[in-house]
C-alpha cells in the first residue's frame, strides 16, 4: 500500500520528532513508547476482563470534555464498564491528569495511554495488549491502519460527534480513496449535523451507517461543573486568542478605558513570551499568571498562559470574546461559555462552528463582529446592563433547546453498542 510506503520512508523524521516532544518533558519516556507500540499498563479489572472495556480516543481537549460526560452517563448505569482514553499529545494526559483523574465517578474506571501512531505493527501490539469491545473515536480521526486493524479484530469502530474538516474535504484524489476504504469499515458514524452526516457520506461512508445526532457538546445541564471565583476583580475573558488577536483586541481594549480587567487566555500557552512582548510594546500594566505575578488595582491585563483554568474564568467572567475568529481558524468552542450563561462576542470567522454560532445568534445569545465593530460593541455591552442580560438568557435559551441530543448519544450507545446485559 503506497500509503504504509509513505510511513515507512519517513519513520526515522516521524521517530525524532517523538524523541524531541518526549526530551521536552523527560519523565515522559511512556509517550515515546506508547507511540511506538509499547509499554502499556495493564487492563484495568472488571467483573468480565476485556470484553467490557470501550476504547475511546480524543484528539483535542474539547473531545476530551465531551468523552467525559459521556463516560460519567454511561457508568451511572454500567458500573462494569472499562475505559481506554488514547490521545495524541501532551496536552491530552496534562488534562486527564488535571480533571478525569480526579474525578470520582470516572477515575475508578478509566486509564489513559497515548495512541499507537498509525503503523501496522504498533497498532496490533495495543489491541492484542488491550483487546477492547470497541472503539469510539470522538469527532474525527481516520487512519487507515487502525481502521484496518480494528476490523480484522472485529473490534467495531463508531465515530462520536463526526466531523470533517475542509481540510479533509478537500484531500488528493489518493488520500480520499483510502478515506473512503477506512470510513467503509465504520460500524457507525454519529454526526453533530445534517450537514456533516452528508459530508461522511461523500467521503464514502456507507448512508445506512450514518445518522445525524447533533452535537453532543452541548452536553447535560447536571454535567456543568461549578467553581470558586479565580480572581478578585470584575473581568472580560479573552479566550483561546491566536497570534495577532492578543495585540488587536489589547489595543481596543486599553481605547476603552473600561475599570475592568482584561483576562487573555492563548489558544497555546507556549506562546506566552511572544503575547508579553507585544503587551511590553503597548506600555500595558499586565501580569502574566504562570510566573506567579501578583495581581494589584493597577493592573490592565492578566496574562493566565496556564492549562486547565478557562471554565473555571468562564464561569465568572463579566462577558466573553472567543478568540480564533477574528483571524482565520475558524474559531473555537463557544458552547462552553454558553453553557455558563455568558454574554458573547466573536469575530466572523466561526467556520467550523457553524450550526453553534447561528443556533445563539437565532436565540439573541451571541453577537458576531469584525474588528472594527468590536470596541463599540464592547462597550455597548458593558455599559448596557439590560443587553448583556438579554445575551446571557439567550445563551441559556439555546442551551436548553438542546438538551435531548446528549441523551440520544446515550441512547444510541446503549442500543446499538452496549446491548449486552449484566
Same mark, same amino acid.
Given at each position: 500500500?503506497?500509503?504504509?510506503?509513505?510511513?515507512?520512508?519517513?519513520?526515522?523524521?516521524?521517530?525524532?520528532?517523538?524523541?524531541?516532544? %518526549?526530551?521536552?518533558?523527560?519523565?515522559?519516556?511512556?509517550?515515546?513508547?506508547?507511540?511506538?507500540?509499547?509499554?502499556?499498563?495493564?487492563?484495568?479489572?472488571?467483573? /468480565?476482563?476485556?470484553?467490557?472495556?470501550?476504547?475511546?480516543?480524543?484528539?483535542? =481537549?474539547?473531545?476530551?470534555?465531551?468523552?467525559?460526560?459521556?463516560?460519567?452517563?454511561?457508568?451511572?448505569?454500567?458500573?462494569?464498564?472499562?475505559? +481506554?482514553?488514547?490521545?495524541?499529545?501532551?496536552?491530552?494526559?496534562?488534562?486527564?491528569?488535571?480533571?478525569?483523574?480526579?474525578?470520582?465517578?470516572?477515575?475508578?474506571?478509566? !486509564?489513559?495511554?497515548?495512541?499507537?501512531?498509525?503503523?501496522?505493527?504498533?497498532?496490533?501490539?495495543?489491541?492484542?495488549?488491550?483487546?477492547?469491545?470497541?472503539?469510539?473515536? %470522538?469527532?474525527?480521526?481516520?487512519?487507515?491502519?487502525?481502521?484496518?486493524?480494528?476490523?480484522?479484530?472485529?473490534?467495531?469502530?463508531?465515530?462520536?460527534?463526526?466531523?470533517?474538516?475542509?481540510?479533509?474535504?478537500?484531500?488528493?484524489?489518493?488520500?480520499?480513496?483510502?478515506?473512503?476504504?477506512?470510513?467503509? !469499515? =465504520?460500524?457507525?458514524?454519529?454526526?453533530?449535523?445534517?450537514?456533516?452526516?452528508?459530508?461522511? +457520506?461523500?467521503? #464514502?461512508?456507507? /448512508?445506512?451507517?450514518?445518522?445525524?445526532?447533533?452535537?453532543?457538546?452541548?452536553?447535560?445541564?447536571?454535567?456543568?461543573?461549578?467553581?470558586?471565583?479565580?480572581?478578585?476583580?470584575?473581568?472580560?475573558?479573552?479566550?483561546?486568542?491566536?497570534?495577532?488577536?492578543?495585540?488587536?483586541?489589547?489595543?481596543?481594549?486599553?481605547?476603552?478605558?473600561?475599570?475592568?480587567?482584561?483576562?487573555? =487566555?492563548?489558544?497555546?500557552?507556549?506562546?506566552?513570551?511572544?503575547? /508579553?512582548?507585544?503587551?511590553?510594546?503597548?506600555?500595558?500594566?499586565?501580569?502574566?499568571?504562570?510566573?506567579?505575578?501578583?495581581?494589584?488595582?493597577?493592573?490592565?491585563?492578566?496574562?493566565?498562559?496556564?492549562?486547565?483554568?478557562?471554565?473555571?474564568?468562564?464561569?465568572?467572567?463579566?462577558?466573553?470574546?472567543?478568540?480564533?475568529?477574528? =483571524?482565520?481558524?475558524? #474559531?473555537?468552542? +463557544?458552547?462552553?461559555?454558553?453553557?455558563?450563561?455568558?454574554?458573547?462576542?466573536?469575530?466572523?470567522?466561526?467556520?467550523?462552528?457553524?450550526?453553534?454560532?447561528?443556533?445563539?445568534?437565532?436565540?439573541?445569545?451571541?453577537? !458576531?463582529?469584525?474588528?472594527?465593530?468590536?470596541?463599540?460593541?464592547?462597550?455597548?455591552?458593558?455599559?448596557?446592563?439590560?443587553? @448583556?442580560?438579554?445575551?446571557?438568557?439567550?445563551?441559556?435559551?439555546?442551551?436548553?433547546?438542546?438538551?435531548?441530543?446528549?441523551?440520544?448519544?446515550?441512547?444510541?450507545?446503549?442500543?446499538?453498542?452496549?446491548? @449486552?446485559?449484566?
Amino acid at each position: 500500500m503506497f500509503y504504509n510506503l509513505i510511513l515507512y520512508l519517513l519513520a526515522p523524521l516521524i521517530l525524532l520528532v517523538f524523541r524531541n516532544q %518526549m526530551r521536552k518533558q523527560p519523565r515522559e519516556m511512556r509517550f515515546f513508547k506508547q507511540r511506538c507500540g509499547y509499554a502499556y499498563p495493564e487492563p484495568l479489572s472488571s467483573e /468480565q476482563p476485556n470484553d467490557d472495556h470501550i476504547w475511546i480516543h480524543c484528539a483535542s =481537549v474539547g473531545e476530551l470534555k465531551a468523552a467525559e460526560g459521556l463516560m460519567q452517563a454511561l457508568l451511572e448505569d454500567r458500573p462494569q464498564l472499562r475505559f +481506554i482514553l488514547t490521545t495524541n499529545t501532551r496536552n491530552g494526559y496534562q488534562f486527564f491528569q488535571q480533571t478525569l483523574e480526579k474525578d470520582e465517578a470516572v477515575n475508578h474506571a478509566l !486509564q489513559h495511554c497515548y495512541c499507537p501512531f498509525d503503523w501496522p505493527g504498533a497498532v496490533n501490539r495495543f489491541v492484542t495488549h488491550f483487546k477492547p469491545r470497541e472503539l469510539w473515536i %470522538m469527532e474525527t480521526e481516520i487512519w487507515p491502519n487502525l481502521y484496518s486493524v480494528c476490523s480484522r479484530n472485529s473490534i467495531p469502530i463508531r465515530i462520536l460527534n463526526g466531523r470533517l474538516s475542509a481540510k479533509t474535504l478537500k484531500a488528493p484524489f489518493w488520500l480520499k480513496r483510502l478515506y473512503q476504504h477506512s470510513l467503509s !469499515q =465504520v460500524t457507525q458514524v454519529l454526526a453533530r449535523s445534517a450537514e456533516e452526516a452528508e459530508h461522511f +457520506i461523500q467521503l #464514502g461512508a456507507p /448512508q445506512d451507517k450514518v445518522l445525524a445526532l447533533g452535537n453532543i457538546k452541548y452536553g447535560r445541564p447536571q454535567q456543568i461543573k461549578h467553581f470558586e471565583k479565580p480572581l478578585p476583580r470584575p473581568y472580560v475573558l479573552v479566550a483561546s486568542t491566536h497570534e495577532d488577536e492578543e495585540r488587536r483586541i489589547s489595543e481596543i481594549w486599553l481605547q476603552l478605558q473600561r475599570p475592568e480587567l482584561l483576562v487573555i =487566555v492563548p489558544r497555546h500557552p507556549k506562546r506566552s513570551a511572544a503575547i /508579553q512582548e507585544q503587551l511590553q510594546a503597548l506600555g500595558v500594566k499586565f501580569a502574566v499568571a504562570s510566573q506567579q505575578q501578583p495581581l494589584t488595582a493597577d493592573t490592565q491585563i492578566w496574562l493566565d498562559d496556564r492549562f486547565g483554568y478557562l471554565l473555571a474564568l468562564f464561569e465568572h467572567a463579566e462577558a466573553v470574546v472567543m478568540g480564533g475568529s477574528f =483571524v482565520p481558524k475558524g #474559531g473555537h468552542n +463557544i458552547l462552553e461559555p454558553a453553557a455558563y450563561g455568558k454574554a458573547m462576542i466573536t469575530g466572523p470567522d466561526m467556520s467550523d462552528f457553524e450550526e453553534e454560532t447561528a443556533l445563539l445568534k437565532d436565540n439573541n445569545g451571541l453577537i !458576531q463582529c469584525d474588528y472594527p465593530q468590536l470596541s463599540e460593541n464592547l462597550k455597548n455591552l458593558l455599559q448596557n446592563p439590560q443587553l @448583556k442580560l438579554e445575551l446571557e438568557y439567550g445563551a441559556n435559551r439555546a442551551m436548553l433547546s438542546q438538551t435531548h441530543t446528549f441523551e440520544s448519544y446515550i441512547q444510541i450507545l446503549e442500543e446499538h453498542a452496549l446491548t @449486552k446485559k449484566y
